[in-house]
T-cell receptor, first 109, second 115 residues
Framework: QKEVEQDPGPLSVPEGAIVSLNCTYSNSAFQYFMWYRQYSRKGPELLMYTYSSGNKEDGRFTAQVDKSSKYISLFIRDSQPSDSATYLCAQTGANNLFFGTGTRLTVIP | DTGVSQNPRHKITKRGQNVTFRCDPISEHNRLYWYRQTLGQGPEFLTYFQNEAQLEKSRLLSDRFSAERPKGSFSTLEIQRTEQGDSAMYLC?????????????FGSGTQLSVL
């Protein structure tokens, strides 16, 4: 079993829609969770990170961690065509990050 | 601060050849990481440096792979006797002194194609 599991999609939504991206994790020992955005032929870009459980909001983006179900979520409000990218969830290990496979999102104008 | 820089951006090589990639981290970032990403997958950890010391290596890093970070600045990743299975995007990342791995900044990667 991989440390972090993520539905690869792809996911297509109309502009302005609310997007929900989800991951599950297996190891409760490490408590930092990250969301990265990756455009084609580029490296991942850190969007936001949360520690332990709860919500964190940054503009149109909200990250949520539910420790009881080992669930990580990213919500994007008022989605824009520029949000079209692959979104990667990640969890810290001792000295590295464990990534999900990434969900490819397309926002249709 | 121009971000993490990786060279070359693309490398095409024949099976059995050696290749070397370079990474220049963000200035004064003391931690440097190498990851590998194949199509449709998330990045996988290869190795980690704190300053010039290589502190951890993944089991993915076979004997054909070697990484160095002389003087704790730039880093190189060499693959000897390349195989077709080595074809992937090789990503370098760095994090600031005092911050944890939750703040990793990635470069744009080196795309390796082994023919």
């Amino acid at each position: 079993q991989k440390e972090v599991e993520q539905d690869p999609g792809p996911l297509s939504v109309p502009e302005g829609a609310i997007v929900s991206l989800n991951c599950t994790y297996s190891n409760s020992a490490f408590q930092y969770f990250m969301w990265y955005r990756q455009y084609s032929r580029k490296g991942p870009e850190l969007l936001m990170y949360t520690y332990s459980s709860g919500n964190k909001e940054d503009g149109r983006f909200t990250a949520q961690v539910d420790k009881s179900s080992k669930y990580i979520s990213l919500f994007i409000r008022d989605s824009q065509p520029s949000d079209s990218a692959t979104y990667l969830c990640a969890q810290t290990g001792a000295n590295n990050l464990f990534f999900g496979t990434g969900t490819r999102l397309t926002v249709i104008p | 601060d121009t971000g993490v820089s990786q060279n070359p951006r693309h490398k095409i090589t024949k099976r059995g050849q050696n290749v070397t990639f370079r990474c220049d981290p963000i200035s004064e970032h003391n931690r440097l990481y190498w990851y590998r990403q194949t199509l449709g997958q998330g990045p996988e950890f290869l190795t980690y440096f704190q300053n010039e010391a290589q502190l951890e290596k993944s089991r993915l890093l076979s004997d054909r792979f070697s990484a160095e970070r002389p003087k704790g600045s730039f880093s190189t990743l060499e693959i000897q006797r390349t195989e077709q299975g080595d074809s992937a995007m090789y990503l370098c990342a760095s994090s600031p002194r005092g911050d944890g791995i939750e703040k990793l900044f990635f470069g744009s990667g080196t795309q390796l194609s082994v023919l």
